[in-house]
Structure formats: C-alpha cells, structure tokens
C-alpha cells in the first residue's frame, strides 16, 4: 500500500553527540507510541531524517497534531516521495503544486532545492531551476516570485528517494520523554503547576503528580477538575499517576497549635515534605512546583527560603521568573489554560488567614512547627494515600 510521507526534523537531539543514536531511538520509540492507536504506522530513520508513514485514510491533521506533541521533534513537514530522477522529480513537482493550487488558491512559487547525494548529477541550483520550469509549463496559473512567493517548494535529493515539501510544521523541541529521569509535581487545578509539569517533562523528565485536598472542604469535582488536567498533560506524556492526600487532618492540626498568619506557609512546608517522601517511594529524584517569585504571600523570597528549607530533595520551579502572562500563555499553547480556570475550591484555600505572612522568618516557623508531630503527621497522610492513574483522552 502507498503510505503519506512525514520528514521529521529533531531539535536539540542533533546535538548530542555521541549519545545521539540513544537520544534518537528514545525519539522514534516515543512517536511510535503517540501513533499507535492508528494501525500501519511506521517510523524509521535513514541517513539521519526520520520519517514517518501513514496509510493514505489517516488524516494529515491527525498526523500533525500527535507527532508534534511528542517532545525532542523539532518541525514536521508533510512530504511526496518520488524516484531520485529529475524526469520523476518534475512530474511530482507538478502533481504536488496541482494539488496546493487546489487546496490553497495560490499564485506565486518559488523552488528551492538541496542536494544530499553528491553523486546527482546537477547541482542544486539547477535542479530548482529546471523543477520550477516545469512547474510553470504544467502549473499554468502558477507565476515565479522569489521575493515574496505564496508557496515555497522545497526539493530535497536524497541518494535513496528525493522529498517534496512546502510546510515546516512547528512542534514543540525539547528532549524525548524519559531521557531525563522522573519527577514528582505539586499538582494544583491552578494554572502554574500544569505548565510547570509540562516544561519539565519537555526537558525529558517523566512525570508523576501530588494532589492534596480537603475533602470535604473541597469537593469530589475539584478532583475531577484535576483529572481533566492530568488527562491534557497525558496527551503529551502518556499515562500519569496522580498520588491523592486529604491535608484536612494536617490543616486542623496547624490551625489549633500555630499562629493564624502563619497558616500558609506551615501548609506548604507540610505538602512539601509529604511530597518528598512519595518522590522517594516512587522513584522520583527531584520535586516540581509551579511556584514564582513574587506572586502570592506563599512565594515571596522569604517564603520560599522557609518552603525550600523543608525538603532535601532538589525542588524545580521552572517558571519561577517568568511573567503570569508568559506563563498563561504557554498553558493556552498547551491546552491547559481553559480547564485551570474553572472555579474550583482548593486545599490552599480553606483555613486561608486573613492577612498571611509574607516575611516569614525560618527560626519562628520551626519554632512552631515543633509543636506538631511532624513525622508522624507526614507518615499519616503519606499511608492514607490514593492513586490514580490517568490516560490520555482517546
Ligand atoms: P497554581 O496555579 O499551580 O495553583 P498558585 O499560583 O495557585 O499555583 P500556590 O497555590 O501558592 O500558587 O501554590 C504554589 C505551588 O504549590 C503550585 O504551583 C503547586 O505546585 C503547589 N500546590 C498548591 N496547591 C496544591 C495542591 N492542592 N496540591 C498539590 N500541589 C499544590
Ligand atoms: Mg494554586
């Protein structure tokens, strides 16, 4: 059966060196697994191109959006195979700029073309030149325009086959999931910790989630609101286990020993060391939070020194300098954006003080977290843990 062709461009992968056939097995694996829902799929690598093949019925939209949300591919361009023949160059040239005509409405074109195999016989200025007259001569309604071309066509002459291409589809970068060992993210139904889990797993790092609730402060679908989440960031990084902890019995205990402005901040250093010890049992090497300096009482300087202060697991906050804008854009990019909107309570806020701390000092919040049972508080809610796992949508 005649397939669709993809060429499959990788980012930072290319740059690895040595250890580059491992990060590109890694890549292949991971696009075979985001295509394989779809039978007859085939990813494979020749002469350092990937390319992907689909039956002919698998739409190309399909095709692009799972391809381009596998991370470590850096640009996806639907292409035509041909012969590596300049009479079956031309002919595919004509047939695929008909069919762009058709689609498009386009008027202008320019050709561009590289030459992989020395051994072709004419040089790549050339080849565009006799490609794009035969384009002209069979394309009739079709004009050359090498400043500002409605389509450009590219023409690559490979030694095996050559490829015909008009689109560099954008995907995302980064580096294949599981090349970069695994974490554990607080996981809020808030805009940030979604993006923070996103941006790590981008880098390669597997991801598993923390939830803590309040049950039943907070409700059954304030869960479920989390689950959406999971469910989108699944799309990007295959099946993740949500841990669920109700931090109720944590909170209580908080409210009646400590001082009311310190609530937060006693909470967070909790949820922390709760989190630290699931990382542990599961593996996980660092922990990931959504947490940026600056933007509620819980994360200024200070408050992050004495929130750092509770763990001795390396604690990752990759959006801590970022703008909310910036941030609130990426999750729109990502799909998140419209799901952590929705207005859900959260543990955070229940027993919410009126007027937090903002400079807490590291000696006074010790000072009163020595009135609790700290560890056995932790162990408590780390045994009455939930887990669920969450697919990606279908
Ligand atoms: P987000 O948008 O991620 O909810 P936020 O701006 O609301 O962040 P905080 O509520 O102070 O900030 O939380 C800071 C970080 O702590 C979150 O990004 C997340 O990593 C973690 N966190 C907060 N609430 C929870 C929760 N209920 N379960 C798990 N992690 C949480
Ligand atoms: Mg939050």
Same mark, same amino acid.
């Given at each position: 059966? *005649? +397939?669709?062709?993809?060429?499959?461009?990788?980012?930072?992968?290319?740059?690895?060196?040595?250890?580059?056939?491992?990060?590109?097995?890694?890549?292949?694996?991971?696009?075979?697994?985001?295509?394989?829902?779809?039978?007859?799929?085939?990813?494979?690598?020749? !002469?350092?191109?990937?390319?992907?093949?689909?039956?002919? *019925?698998?739409?190309?939209?399909?095709? /692009?959006?799972?391809?381009?949300?596998? %991370?470590?591919? !850096?640009?996806?361009?639907?292409?035509? $195979?041909?012969?590596?023949?300049?009479?079956?160059?031309?002919?595919?040239?004509?047939?695929?700029?008909?069919?762009?005509?058709?689609?498009?409405?386009?008027?202008?074109?320019?050709?561009?073309?590289?030459?992989?195999? #020395?051994?072709?016989?004419?040089?790549?200025?050339?080849?565009?030149?006799?490609?794009?007259?035969?384009?002209? #001569?069979?394309?009739?309604?079709?004009?050359?325009?090498?400043?500002? =071309?409605?389509?450009? /066509?590219?023409? @690559?002459?490979?030694?095996?086959?050559?490829?015909?291409? &008009?689109? #560099?589809?954008?995907?995302?970068?980064?580096? =294949?999931?599981?090349?970069?060992?695994?974490?554990?993210?607080?996981?809020?139904?808030?805009? *940030?910790?979604?993006?923070?889990?996103?941006?790590?797993? +981008?880098?390669?790092?597997?991801?598993?989630?923390?939830? %803590?609730?309040?049950?039943?402060?907070?409700? !059954?679908?304030?869960?479920?609101?989390?689950?959406?989440?999971?469910?989108?960031?699944?799309?990007?990084?295959?099946?993740?286990?949500? @841990?669920?902890?109700?931090?109720? =019995?944590?909170?209580?205990?908080?409210?009646?020993?400590?001082?009311? &402005?310190?609530?937060?901040?006693?909470?967070?250093?909790?949820?922390?060391?709760?989190? $630290?010890?699931?990382?542990?049992?599961?593996?996980?090497?660092?922990?990931?939070?959504?947490?940026?300096?600056?933007?509620?009482?819980?994360?200024?300087?200070?408050?992050?020194?004495?929130?750092?202060?509770?763990?001795?697991?390396?604690?990752?906050? =990759?959006?801590?300098?970022?703008? #909310?804008?910036?941030?609130?854009?990426?999750?729109?990019?990502?799909?998140?954006?419209?799901?952590?909107?929705?207005? %859900?309570?959260?543990?955070?806020?229940? %027993?919410?003080?009126?007027?937090?701390?903002?400079?807490?000092?590291?000696?006074?919040?010790?000072?009163?977290?020595?009135?609790?049972?700290?560890?056995?508080?932790?162990?408590?809610?780390?045994?009455?843990?939930?887990?669920?796992?969450?697919?990606?949508? $279908?």
């Amino acid at each position: 059966m *005649d +397939k669709n062709c993809y060429l499959v461009r990788v980012g930072e992968v290319a740059l690895k060196g040595l250890n580059k056939p491992y990060f590109e097995r890694v890549l292949m694996q991971r696009i075979a697994k985001a295509l394989k829902k779809y039978p007859d799929c085939e990813v494979s690598r020749v !002469e350092g191109i990937l390319f992907v093949r689909t039956p002919n *019925d698998l739409p190309e939209e399909t095709v /692009l959006r799972e391809v381009s949300k596998v %991370f470590g591919v !850096e640009t996806i361009s639907p292409a035509v $195979e041909t012969e590596s023949d300049l009479e079956a160059i031309c002919a595919a040239a004509v047939a695929f700029m008909d069919r762009v005509i058709e689609t498009r409405g386009v008027k202008t074109f320019k050709v561009e073309a590289r030459r992989s195999d #020395k051994n072709f016989p004419i040089e790549s200025p050339e080849i565009a030149r006799r490609v794009g007259a035969a384009v002209l #001569k069979g394309c009739k309604v079709l004009k050359v325009d090498v400043h500002e =071309p409605d389509v450009k /066509l590219f023409v @690559h002459v490979r030694r095996d086959h050559s490829y015909l291409y &008009d689109q #560099k589809i954008s995907a995302f970068g980064g580096l =294949p999931l599981g090349t970069n060992g695994k974490g554990l993210v607080l996981l809020s139904g808030g805009i *940030d910790s979604p993006v923070a889990a996103w941006m790590m797993a +981008k880098r390669g790092m597997v991801i598993e989630a923390v939830h %803590f609730h309040s049950y039943p402060y907070t409700s !059954e679908r304030a869960f479920e609101k989390v689950k959406d989440l999971t469910r989108i960031l699944a799309g990007y990084m295959g099946r993740i286990r949500i @841990h669920s902890v109700n931090l109720l =019995p944590i909170q209580e205990e908080i409210v009646a020993n400590c001082p009311e &402005d310190e609530t937060t901040i006693h909470v967070r250093r909790f949820m922390m060391k709760i989190a $630290e010890e699931i990382a542990k049992k599961n593996r996980c090497q660092m922990l990931i939070t959504g947490e940026n300096i600056g933007q509620v009482a819980s994360q200024t300087a200070e408050a992050l020194v004495v929130t750092d202060n509770a763990v001795s697991l390396p604690v990752m906050r =990759p959006l801590i300098a970022m703008d #909310k804008t910036d941030i609130i854009e990426i999750a729109q990019e990502i799909g998140t954006f419209e799901t952590s909107i929705q207005p %859900f309570e959260d543990c955070c806020t229940v %027993f919410l003080p009126k007027h937090p701390k903002t400079k807490p000092r590291l000696d006074a919040i010790l000072e009163s977290e020595a009135k609790l049972d700290v560890d056995a508080l932790v162990a408590a809610a780390v045994a009455s843990e939930e887990i669920t796992t969450v697919n990606p949508a $279908e």
